[in-house]
């Protein structure tokens, strides 16, 4: 996660549908940001022109030419339309599978916040989308704030190439059902049962609904952890987050992580996802040994102890 220029980014999901995540925090109203969603005109402005310039309604089906190029164009259906709040966009690209794209305005102390979220259904280009949203919403925030767009450019493309190859996935059975694995990690109460609970002084805040926060503290340490909640699906078992490290050495920046439970005979197998732009292992190393640690806790206090499975990237 970062807030640099007020952008966050974050990539979560499975290896086989990735989902992308960019939100950008404007000092605007959320009625001109929605505004300019939803007006073809000043859509065109910042995204796409709408073939036939027609503002289409819930179910209808739409071309949106993002440029001059002959296949620079997607097909979509506008699948749900919350006003003033929220828009579900079917999204077909030449050569790829349907995906969808969801975006959600809501009002923040110095404006809106602007989320986009892209839940690919393969695994598709994920830098290309990553970069190529977050340049698109800043042409929308430029032209917001009355300024002349600059030209378009994937510049964080290099970031969103590092997410997609910097993944650690770390898995564990825990003995015991979904239900209370699931009430251990997208509760406070399960959380404060077994996280870093070998320091004393380990404090936890969360409020676990998407657009929430999550602020884990054990200052004997010089720890900080912080995230804003992305998912919370208990009928899919999966809570996802960004994740914002802070110690000695700094704070990270463009993570999150992705936590799934999937039934098994033995209990519950817990997998975690978690992605950084790191330029090396070191990283990686270090945070498949601390979901490890946390995972091999949660099966001590959750049920008895499952037995370790998988760490890779």
Known sequence: MT??????RALTGSREHPTVDVERRVPMSPA??????????RLARWLGTIEGDVRPGVGDAFGLRLGDAVGDRADCTLLACEPGRSITIAWRWEGEPDSVVHVTVEPSDDGSVLRL?????????????????EAHLGTLADDLAGLEPSPFALREHGTWQSLADGVLQVERVVAAPVERVWAAFATVEGLRAWWWRHWEDTTIEADLRVGGHLRIMAPAAGIVLTGEILVVDEA???????WTWTDA???????????RLAAEADGTRVIVRHSGPWADEAP???????????LDELAAV????????TASR
Not at 249 to 259: I, L, Q, R
Request: hydrophobic share 45%; charged share 20%; no cysteine.
């Open 32 to 41: 001109a940001v929605w505004d300019a969603l939803v007006q073809p005109d």
């Open 3 to 8: 807030t640099t220029e007020g952008v966050v």
């Open 117 to 133: 979220r892209h839940e690919l259904v393969a695994p598709q280009p994920i830098a290309d989308y990553g970069a190529g949203w």
């Open 249 to 259: 050495g700094g704070t990270s920046a463009d993570e999150a992580f992705d936590v």
């Open 284 to 294: 990686a190393a270090s945070y498949r040994q601390g979901w490890t640690f946390v």
């Open 302 to 309: 959750v049920g008895n102890a499952g037995s370790a499975d």
């Open 236 to 242: 899919e078992g999966r809570l996802a987050a960004t």
